[in-house]
C-alpha cells in the first residue's frame, strides 16, 4: 500500500510539473522541482520497494530451507526405505535357502531311507536293483562281475522260538559279519527277511568266490555259536553266478545266484554253488559242499 500511495502522489507531482510547464509558467515548474518533492515521493519509493524485495528474498529463503529440509528429509526416508527393502528382500532369500536346503535334505534322506534297510543299515532291495540297473549299462566292459545270493539256514527257528527282537538282533549281527568278510568296494544289500546279497566288480577268479563263500560260511556260523551256543544251528547257503562266463547279462546274475542257492540248500545247506544261465554253455549248478 505504501508502494501504491508513493507512486500517485509521485504521478501527481509529475503531472503537475509538466502541467505548468506546458501553460508556459516554466519558474513555478522549476520551482517546483527544486522542493525536492519528486526526489522525496521517489526516496520513499526506493526504500518500500527495497523493504519488499529484502521481504520476499526472506520468503523465498525460508521457502529454499524448507524445501532442503523436506528433500533431504525425503531422500533419508527413501534411503531408510531401500535399506529396509533390501534387508527384507535378503533376508527372505535366506530364509528361502535354509528352506530349500531343509528341503533338500529332507530329500536325500527320504531318497536314502528309501535305498536303506531300517533295522540292519545295509542297502535294500531297490538300491542293489539301481546299482545292477547301472552295471547293466556297462556290459561291454571286460570285467568280472559276481553275485552271491545268500540266504540264512536256521533264522526261522530263532524266531519261532525266541521271538523277532532275537531275530532282529541276530539279523544285526550277521549284516555286521557279513559286511566285515567284504571288500569295502562291494555292495552288501538286504533284499528280503533273512536273505542278502552280496554285488562284487572285479571279483577275480573263482578260486577267489570260494574263498570269500568260505568266510561268510564261517563267519555266519562263529555268529550262531556266539549268540546261541550251539542251541540253534545258523548257517548260510550261496549261490553264486559270475558275467560274463556264466551268465550272459548283468540283468540276469540276480536270478541265475538265486536257482543257485536253493541248489545249495537242496545239497545240504551252509555251502555254496555256481549256477550259470542254459546258454552259458557250463553246468547249470556247481556243488561245493563245506
Excluded at 152 to 158: P, T, Y
Excluded at 255 to 272: E, I, L, N, P
Excluded at 274 to 289: D, E, M, Q, R, W
Aim: with cysteine; hydrophobic share 45%; proline share 1%.
Amino acid at each position: 500500500r505504501r508502494v501504491e500511495h508513493a507512486k500517485t502522489d509521485k504521478v501527481v507531482e509529475l503531472a503537475r510539473t509538466i502541467e505548468l510547464a506546458r501553460s508556459g509558467n516554466r519558474a513555478a515548474a522549476i520551482q517546483l522541482v527544486q522542493t525536492n518533492e519528486g526526489k522525496a515521493y521517489m526516496d520513499g519509493l526506493r526504500q518500500d520497494l527495497g523493504e519488499l524485495l529484502n521481504e520476499w528474498r526472506e520468503r523465498r529463503k525460508v521457502a529454499t530451507q524448507d524445501a532442503h529440509r523436506r528433500l533431504v528429509f525425503g531422500s533419508a526416508a527413501l534411503v531408510a526405505i531401500a535399506v529396509l527393502v533390501c534387508c527384507l528382500m535378503g533376508y527372505t532369500v535366506y530364509v528361502q535357502r535354509r528352506a530349500f536346503a531343509r528341503v533338500h535334505a529332507y530329500s536325500n534322506m527320504l531318497d536314502q531311507q528309501a535305498a536303506q534297510d531300517t533295522l540292519t543299515g545295509l542297502p535294500n532291495r531297490r538300491r542293489l536293483l539301481s546299482a545292477i540297473d547301472a552295471l547293466s549299462g556297462n556290459e561291454a566292459e571286460s570285467r568280472r562281475i559276481a553275485l552271491l545270493y545268500l540266504d540264512i539256514d536256521g533264522f526261522k527257528k530263532v524266531n519261532d522260538a525266541m521271538g523277532h527282537s532275537a531275530g532282529d538282533v541276530l539279523l544285526r549281527r550277521l549284516a555286521e559279519s557279513l559286511r566285515a568278510a567284504t571288500r569295502q568296494s562291494d555292495m552288501l544289500a538286504r533284499v528280503g527277511g533273512d536273505e542278502f546279497v552280496l554285488l562284487a566288480t572285479d571279483c577275480g577268479d573263482d578260486a577267489q568266490l570260494r574263498e570269500l563263500a568260505e568266510r561268510l560260511v564261517s563267519g555266519v556260523r562263529a555268529i550262531g555259536d556266539k549268540e546261541y551256543g550251539g542251541r540253534f544251528a545258523i548257517g548260510v547257503s550261496i549261490g553264486i553266478a559270475t558275467f560274463p562266463d556264466r551268465v550272459q547279462s548283468i540283468a540276469g546274475l540276480l536270478d541265475v545266484a538265486d536257482a543257485a542257492m536253493y541248489a545249495a540248500k537242496r545239497s545240504g545247506r551252509s555251502t555254496y554253488s555256481f549256477g550259470s544261465s542254459p546258454a552259458a554253455g557250463l553246468s547249470n549248478v556247481i556243488k561245493l559242499t563245506r
